[in-house]
C-alpha cells in the first residue's frame, strides 16, 4: 500500500502505518486538548495507541494462522478505519479460511478475557493499596472496546472476518464463486445499512461502508475469474499479437510502438529470444521524462520477470499475478521463449467475452489436459 511508512518487522511481516493513520492521532489529540488541556491530548492518544496496538495483535492472529498454513504474509498496515494484514494468498480449503478469519476475533477475546480478569484483581489490590495509578482508568475502556472489535469484525460484512466466515461456509456447500458472490451482496447491503448510520452521525462508518463496498466487489470479481479460469490453461487467455522489445532498444523506440498499438507491457527479450524484462507503458513514459529519448530499455525495465509455461492451469497465473502484484505475466514455451502476454485485463476482457457467449459455448478454448 502505498503512502504507508514501514515502523518495524515481526515475525516475517513489515509492520506498516498509512499516513492517514498520523493524521488522526493528530486528531484526536486536537480535540481531547480542546477540551481538557495537555493531559488529556495524552490520554487521547494513549487510549488510540493501545487501541490499534489491539488492532495490530488482531492482524497478527490472521498472520500466524495463516503461516501455519505455509501462507505468508509480506505486510500489515494500520489505517485509520482499522489494520489490514496482506496475505499472500487466501487458504483454498474453506476449514482452513474460517480458522485464518477467526484467529484475528480470537485475539481481541484474550484480550478482553485478560484485561477483565486482571481489573477484577486491581480492584482488590487498590482497595489495600489506595495507590494512585494514572491512565489506568482507560483499561476497562480498552477491555470493552476489545469486546467491540469482536463484535464489529464478526458482522457477516464480506470481506470483514464474520463474512469471510460466512464465505468459507457457503463453499463448503456450493461453488467458491457463487458463495463468494452472495457473501459479497450481504457485505455490500452492510455497507449501505453503515454508510446510511454515517451519514446520520459518524464519519467513521462512511469510510469504513466504502472500503468494504469496494472490496467486496474486487473479492467477488476475482472470485468470478477463478470459475473461469477453472479448466483453462494459460495457451487459452494468451494475448498472442504483441510487441516484444529488443533488449538494445531505445527508449524512443518504444514510444513509436506505443503511439500505434494499445499495448499496455512490454517483454524485453536478448538476441536468443529469452525474456529478460517487462516495461509497462507508464514506465515508458516516464523513463522517456526522466532520461532522455536514448536511453536502452534495459536501464530502465524491471528484470525477473515473472514467466508461466503455456500449458500451465490460468488458476496458476491468477495465483502468481495476485502473489507478485505485477501487472503481466510472460508466458513461455519448454524453450524459455516468450510467446504471448497474460495481464488481469486481457483475462477480464475474456470475461467479457465469456459472458456473452451462450451457456455451454466454448469457442475454441481446450480443457487442461486435453
Ligand atoms: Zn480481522
Redesign the pocket.
Known amino acids: 500500500m502505498s503512502w504507508s511508512i514501514k515502523i518495524g518487522r515481526v515475525a516475517g511481516t513489515d509492520v506498516k502505518i498509512h499516513v492517514t493513520f498520523l493524521l488522526l492521532l493528530i486528531w484526536v489529540a486536537m480535540v481531547y486538548y480542546s477540551e481538557g488541556g495537555i493531559n488529556a491530548a495524552i490520554d487521547g492518544v494513549v487510549f488510540v495507541l493501545a487501541l490499534f496496538g489491539c488492532v495490530l495483535l ?2 497478527f ?2 498472520a500466524l494462522m495463516a503461516r501455519a498454513f505455509g501462507i505468508p504474509t509480506p505486510d500489515i498496515t494500520l489505517l485509520p478505519i482499522g ?1 489490514v ?1 496482506r496475505l499472500q494468498r487466501m487458504p483454498d480449503k474453506p476449514v482452513q479460511e474460517i480458522l485464518v ?1 477467526l484467529a ?2 480470537a485475539v481481541n477475546v484474550v484480550i478482553a478475557v485478560v484485561l477483565f480478569v486482571w481489573l477484577g484483581a486491581w480492584r482488590d489490590l487498590a482497595e489495600i493499596e489506595h495507590l494512585p495509578r494514572p491512565r489506568l482508568d482507560m483499561v476497562p475502556k480498552l477491555a470493552v472496546v476489545n469486546v467491540w472489535l469482536v463484535l464489529f ?1 464478526m458482522l457477516p460484512a464480506f470481506p ?2 464474520g463474512g469471510r466466515v460466512l464465505r468459507a461456509v457457503l463453499a463448503l456447500f456450493t461453488s467458491y464463486a457463487t458463495a463468494t458472490q452472495i457473501a459479497a451482496r450481504i457485505g455490500q447491503f452492510m455497507a449501505f445499512l453503515f454508510g446510511l448510520a454515517g451519514l446520520l452521525g459518524n464519519p467513521m462508518l462512511l469510510f469504513i461502508a466504502l472500503f468494504i463496498y469496494l472490496a467486496a466487489a474486487q473479492e467477488a470479481s476475482y472470485a468470478q475469474m477463478k470459475e473461469i479460469a477453472q479448466g483453462l490453461v494459460v495457451r487459452d487467455a494468451m494475448l498472442t499479437r504483441f510487441t516484444v522489445l529488443d533488449a538494445r532498444a531505445t527508449l524512443q523506440d518504444v514510444i513509436n510502438v506505443l503511439l500505434q498499438s494499445g499495448q499496455h507491457e512490454f517483454p524485453v527479450i536478448d538476441e536468443r529470444g529469452t525474456v529478460v524484462g517487462m516495461l509497462t507503458r507508464d514506465e515508458v513514459i516516464a523513463g522517456y521524462r526522466n532520461h532522455g529519448p536514448d536511453m536502452p530499455v534495459s536501464e530502465v525495465m524491471h528484470r525477473n520477470v515473472p514467466t508461466i509455461h503455456v500449458n500451465a492451469p490460468l488458476e496458476r497465473a491468477l495465483q502468481q499475478m495476485q502473489e507478485c502484484a505485477c501487472p503481466a505475466l510472460a508466458a513461455v514455451d519448454r524453450y524459455g521463449r516468450v510467446v504471448g502476454l497474460v495481464s488481469p485485463e486481457r483475462i477480464g476482457e475474456m470475461m467479457m467475452i465469456h459472458a456473452v457467449l451462450p451457456r455451454g459455448a466454448n469457442i475454441s478454448w481446450h480443457k487442461a489436459g486435453a
Request: proline share 8%; glycine share 24%.
Open positions: 488482531h492482524e492472529g490472521h489494520g494484514a478469519a484475528g476475533p469484525n470483514m472476518d
